[in-house]
């Protein structure tokens, strides 16, 4: 048997990261910027106004309570040049550029919101509710970096110094292929002998949340040439491929069968519970790594939480390494086998203990729902006692 450790490191070593591309800011959430990018204008462009009010000199206002003439009206986006002559005041809205002459803003609830004249309150300091030009960034600023995760704010700040396009690494299409003669579509009848095929759903949804665009591919029936066919169909569209169950050491593994001779993929016992029998490799011309995880429900997903998620986020150029961990105190005994590093099911409160669900079978799908952690007992420990500090995987 193999560890843990090395299987996931002969991943990550075996996989790359995908090749840049240009794309369109819409399309842009979840990659990875590839590029340094900088601004070519300082931000703001322009002196502004930070508040709705009255663009007044300072100096004008000193004595106030005073009343003052208002002379002009300017918008949001009005490019007149405007100047503020001593003893006037302008009425100016939030984002407009402030007019010559002018050094301060009084916000609207200091006044009486005069249009002809207006009698302002209280007085300001030069400089009050003014937004300087370049005060977020200066002309030639690096705003984002490259490596840089895309988000909702870093596709603000791409918009915001003008970018329509930029060069990302995308997210990594993956296909998964479940097998199993015993299988069948939710939302079908259950012939004797079948079940409802789920580890498709849960591994597609396991992709999106770590970034990747998942893609289903249905099932395949136990029988090596029918799983061949749909796996070269699928290399068409896919970086990564994931295949669930026909892996372990019954007769009908079709996955087994028609990968192992190909000789680029490798089949392991990895001291694990649950998800001992992996299969990892490279298939097609273009070397798509693909991962043959176990077909058990709960195998299939911590096999994908252990090996496939660190191996997506190196393909995006993110930093990739083993599944972070928490610490907690366990709250019940726990038992685990000798030699094998297992994944406890277990719900992880916000007071950091967590306590294993009662049901640890790797077949046991509600068992996994209710869990949103998995507590990790290492290889050479048999026992751990109520109050341990152990690590954990939250999900
Ligand atoms: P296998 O790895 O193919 O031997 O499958 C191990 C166990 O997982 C069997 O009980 C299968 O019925 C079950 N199983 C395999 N694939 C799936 C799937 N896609 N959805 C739900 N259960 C599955
Ligand atoms: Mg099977």
Known sequence: MRSVDEHLADILFTVRSLAPLEIELE????????????????????????????????EDVAEAPVTLPVID?????????????PGTAMRI???????????????????????????????????HAIRMAGEDVRAGDVVLSSGTLIGPAQLGVLAGVGRRRVLVRPRPRVVVIS????????????????????????????????GGDGYRAGIVADDAASFLDQLDA???????????????????????????????????????????PQGFGVVGQDHIPIFALPGNPVSSFVSFMLFVRPALRKMQGLPAGPTPTVRAVTVSPL???????????AVLTADGSVAPVSRQGSHQLAALASANALIVVPEDVTDVPEGTTV???PL
């Not at 009206?73 to 002559?85: E, S, T």
């Not at 550029?97 to 300001?124: K, L, N, Q, Y």
């Not at 491929?241 to 089949?267: D, H, Q």
């Open 27 to 58: 399309g842009a959430l979840g990659t990875t910027l590839a590029e340094e990018v900088s601004s070519p204008v300082p931000l703001p462009p322009f002196v502004n106004s930070a508040m709705d009010g009255y663009a007044v000199r300072a």
């Open 73 to 85: 009206d300017i918008a949001a986006g009005d490019g007149r040049p405007l100047v503020v002559g």
């Open 93 to 127: 809205m939030t984002g407009a550029p402030m007019p010559e002459g002018a050094d301060a803003v009084i916000p609207v609830e200091w006044t009486d919101g005069g249009t002809a004249r207006v009698a302002i309150g209280r007085p300001a300091p030069v400089g």
């Open 179 to 210: 097998t199993g003669a015993e299988l069948a579509e939710p939302g079908t009848p259950l012939a004797p002998g079948q079940i409802w095929e789920s580890n498709s759903y849960t591994l597609v949804a396991a992709v999106r949340e770590a």
């Open 234 to 276: 699928q290399l068409l569209r896919a970086d990564v491929v994931i295949t669930s169950g026909g892996v372990s050491m019954g007769a009908y593994e079709p996955v087994k069968e028609a990968l192992s001779p190909l000789g680029t993929v490798r089949f392991d016992r990895v001291a694990m519970q649950p998800g001992m």
């Open 335 to 345: 038992r685990s086998p000798a030699g094998r590093r297992s994944y406890l099911r």
């Open 391 to 393: 690590e954990v995987i």
